[in-house]
């Protein structure tokens, strides 16, 4: 079950990526993890605090997008 979880919390993760603002991304992201750390185990949470900080170090698609409009 916890493994369910874990999954459905990245998956959280990943559409909050493609579908938020960055601010509105790390609040989604500290939310999440909130709620995670009471249902994960603690070796699952340092996981997905692991992917969360991929994650925001990632730059999302639509700020690429955004970057190469503005090359052009």
Do not use: H, P, W
């Not at 750390?37 to 991929?54: A, D, G, P």
């Amino acid at each position: 079950m916890n493994e369910q979880i874990l999954q459905a919390c990245k998956e959280l993760i990943d559409d909050a990526k493609m579908g938020c603002v960055d601010l509105v991304f790390k609040e989604v992201c500290l939310e999440i993890l909130s709620r995670a750390r009471n249902v994960l185990t603690e070796r699952q949470f340092k996981q997905l605090v692991e992917y969360v900080s991929m994650k925001m170090n990632e730059k999302a698609s639509f700020e690429v997008r955004r970057e190469l409009v503005t090359q052009r």
